[in-house]
């Protein structure tokens, strides 16, 4: 924008600024502001700032900065009655502050056929949209729900959906598992879809499986309703639909891109022909892309436009630089936001909304950078060890951000900038991933606020080998670190004409409202649960604690619960602690005290064959105890319904760890909520429970949660702390569970084993 002004104001004083013209062809209305026409010179211009070198611009960028200009050349010309019009596209060095003009004459004759032409091609495809939208419609209206009748609890939810989409609402939607939360939530908003005029339905959810099922209930919805006309389309991470990583995404370099933009019309096309029959999730998608020798991964971003539902991940809509939302604003579409396990959401924004920068990587990217860049790389770093210099403490959080060094960082953003534009076809990974991350810190640092804090970890890492940088002063990592994601999560659910956030867990309302910034009107629904209190025996152990000081002297109390219910039930169980830590020596005097009884543990950092392995020794017909973390990969979103579980020992009240970080978070908590009354809480009692109690709670619940999966199964949960006997605590409990505090006592007085660690 400080571009164009700047070239305007070098015009002489006839000059027009900022033209609007519009026009008409059969049914179209074609409206636009072209940048600037000089009456004296019959020159109509259209200015584009860039950076770098003016040839290495792709040749389908100029060819749309030219279709550009000679739409508004026509529409000039009709409205000014002209024969002829000098067509300028003014090229804005943003560095050099030059001016690339390029001037062409047109007639009105050949501007007229281009402007038809045009005309005519977009004319062909929104007749076919607008007889799919009509259609679409009509199916939706006449869509039946795809099963016989509605479980326990689902219809109060569908209703519940239905009359949000209608109002243009927010809800929230507690319903534990097994009413059938995904066709719940989908079929209302899919027969929400004609009468409200909505455009998308997006699904979003925290994790691949989440859209796995997002993808079986459309399957479902659609085989039941063969007449049925909806384009759902998966979108998936770029690493995961890449077919040649090892190359750039640039025409000299990666084959699915040259050529993208010529075969795009025929590929997208070809989609929207099998979105009619099949989902186009990442297997389909690919077969249509390959077919046509295009990119999956952007045919796959293409196809968000012409698509009726998009499910992806949560950063589709709710990143810093979310696509979906880009397009929402952009083409004021009407959508309506299906979040799925959206207890996930306060995390998972979080990150989205925090940048870090790590001296160390930034001395590793140095030791193998191209000449070309070293200069700023070594100017970052220099300016690293100015922010720490004096620091004498491992950990210290600031208050401000500070300026020279994002001066500083704004200047490698630029250097690294003008060597990728050089260097287009150049794959160089761990110089784009750290260029990518300095990018996020810098757009961190501008929306800095109360929301967030700023804080300096110095670390004794070894310096990267190769690494031409100074180290004798140590290194350090860099963190704006977001606390409360409210001010960049809530324009998002405004923008949306409904949104319904879901999940077995969302207690209390006011944490997940605070914190996610929905709006005042936001509804709340706790959908009964279609289990019973009988289904599921729960205990809260008074004489254990699992707190940091006291878990080697648990050990023998919890193996003790442990294998006295395993004695009373044998069966598949899972053990859930707090830390890898506990976790190793709970299993280990377990097996110690009990090796007859088949153990089998979590691992850090386990691959997913691990995981599948790990969940494969769940069978309907084994028996043993699978020892996991609380939070991790197996607390939540695995199924294993019936005698593949038949309980779970939680020996953890899953708190945050009391750290530097966390108790300069609850800090942070209670100053931005400070004028708040939340729940008749004080000031110090919102901040921890913010901070380390409802979060802790969230995780233990969605781990027993594992339990219980359909109104046919039955199990027992333990709870091993005595901080889970306290009222508190228990309120937060779901209210279908009847808990019996209890009073361990050692099944036999036998030697245990001492504990050695």
Request: glycine residues 4%; aromatic residues 10%.
């Amino acid at each position: 924008m400080a571009g164009h002004a700047l070239v305007a104001s070098r015009r002489d004083a006839g000059y027009l600024s900022e033209v609007t013209l519009d026009g008409t062809y059969k049914t179209l209305s074609v409206r636009g502001r072209a940048d600037g026409y000089d009456p004296v010179n019959n020159q109509l211009e259209e200015v584009k700032t860039y950076r770098g070198d003016l040839h290495n611009m792709a040749d389908n960028k100029r060819a749309l900065h030219w279709a550009q200009v000679k739409i508004y050349g026509w529409l000039l010309c009709q409205a000014k009655d002209l024969k002829d019009v000098n067509l300028a596209l003014v090229y804005f060095d943003i560095a050099s502050m030059q001016e690339t003009p390029l001037v062409e004459n047109f007639t009105a004759t050949r501007l007229k056929e281009y402007f038809n032409q045009q005309c005519e091609l977009f004319l062909a495809w929104a007749v076919r949209e607008l007889a799919h939208r009509t259609a679409r419609d009509a199916s939706l209206t006449a869509l039946a729900f795809p099963h016989v009748t509605f479980r326990p609890g689902q219809r109060e939810l569908a209703e519940a959906v239905y009359k949000t989409a209608s109002n243009c609402k927010c809800l929230m939607a507690q319903a534990t598992t097994g009413i059938g939360k995904t066709i719940g939530t989908v079929f209302p908003l899919l027969k929400a879809m004609p009468s409200q005029r909505l455009d998308k339905l997006f699904y979003l959810a925290a994790k691949t499986p989440g859209r796995k099922l997002a993808l079986d209930a459309f399957d479902l919805i659609s085989a039941s309703t063969p007449s049925l006309r909806l384009r759902v389309v998966e979108l998936v991470a770029r690493d995961k639909s890449c077919e040649h990583p090892d190359k750039a995404c640039h025409g000299d370099s990666c084959p699915l891109a040259k050529g993208f933009y010529d075969r795009l019309p025929q590929a997208r096309y070809a989609a929207v022909q099998s979105a009619a029959d099949v989902l186009l999730d990442k297997t389909a998608m690919r077969d249509v892309a390959l077919t046509h020798a295009v990119c999956p991964y952007y045919l796959a971003q293409e196809m968000a436009t012409w698509a009726d539902v998009v499910i992806g991940d949560y950063n589709y809509y709710f990143d810093l630089s979310a696509m979906l939302h880009a397009m929402t604003v952009s083409y004021q579409w009407r959508v309506s936001v299906l979040v799925d396990e959206a207890h996930n959401m306060i995390e998972r924004a979080r990150s989205m909304y925090s940048a870090a920068l790590n001296q160390r990587q930034l001395q590793a990217v140095h030791a193998a950078a191209p000449r070309a860049v070293r200069a700023v790389l070594d100017k970052l770093n220099r300016a690293f060890y100015d922010v720490h210099k004096t620091q004498v403490v491992d950990y210290l959080v600031v208050e401000e951000l500070p300026a020279d060094f994002l001066k500083v960082l704004q200047q490698l953003i630029t250097g690294i900038t003008d060597f990728l534009v050089a260097n287009p076809t150049r794959v160089d990974a761990e110089l784009q991933s750290f260029y990518f991350e300095a990018l996020h810190f810098s757009r961190m640092a501008d929306s800095f606020g109360t929301h967030s804090m700023f804080d300096i970890t110095l670390t004794d890492e070894a310096t990267p080998a190769g690494s031409l940088l100074q180290s004798s002063q140590g290194s350090a990592t860099l963190t704006i670190r977001n606390i409360v994601p409210a001010p960049f999560l809530n324009p998002r659910f405004t923008d949306a004409q409904s949104a319904v956030l879901f999940s077995a867990t969302l207690s209390p309302a006011n944490f997940y409202k605070d914190t996610l910034g929905l709006p005042m009107a936001t509804a709340w629904i706790d959908v009964a649960s279609p289990f019973s209190p009988d289904q599921l025996a729960v205990s809260a152990v008074r004489n254990v604690s699992t707190r940091y000081h006291d878990r080697n002297q648990s050990l023998a109390v919890i193996t003790d619960l442990m294998a006295q219910q395993y004695a009373k039930a044998p069966g598949n169980y899972l053990a859930f602690t707090s830390s890898y830590d506990y976790l190793q020596k709970l299993e280990h005097y377990f097996s110690q005290c009990h090796p007859h009884i088949t153990t089998w543990v979590q691992t850090r950092q386990m691959n997913e064959a691990g995981r599948e392995q790990f969940l494969s020794r769940f069978t309907s017909t084994s028996r043993g105890i699978g020892f996991a973390v609380l939070g991790g990969a197996f607390a939540e979103g695995i199924d294993l319904p019936g005698s593949r579980l038949i309980g779970a020992f939680i020996a953890t009240l899953g708190l945050p760890q009391v750290n530097a970080v966390n108790e300069e978070i609850k800090k942070r908590m209670a100053d931005y909520f400070k004028n708040d009354d939340i729940q008749g809480e004080g000031q110090h009692d919102t901040a921890y429970n913010y901070t380390y109690l409802y979060p802790g709670v969230q995780k233990v619940v969605q781990a027993a949660g594992r339990v219980i999966r359909t109104q046919q199964d039955t199990g027992v949960v333990v709870l091993m702390d005595d901080r889970f006997t306290q009222p508190e605590v228990q309120s937060l409990l779901p209210h279908w569970w009847r808990v019996q505090n209890i009073t361990h006592s050692a099944s036999r007085p036998e030697k245990r084993p001492p504990v050695h660690f």
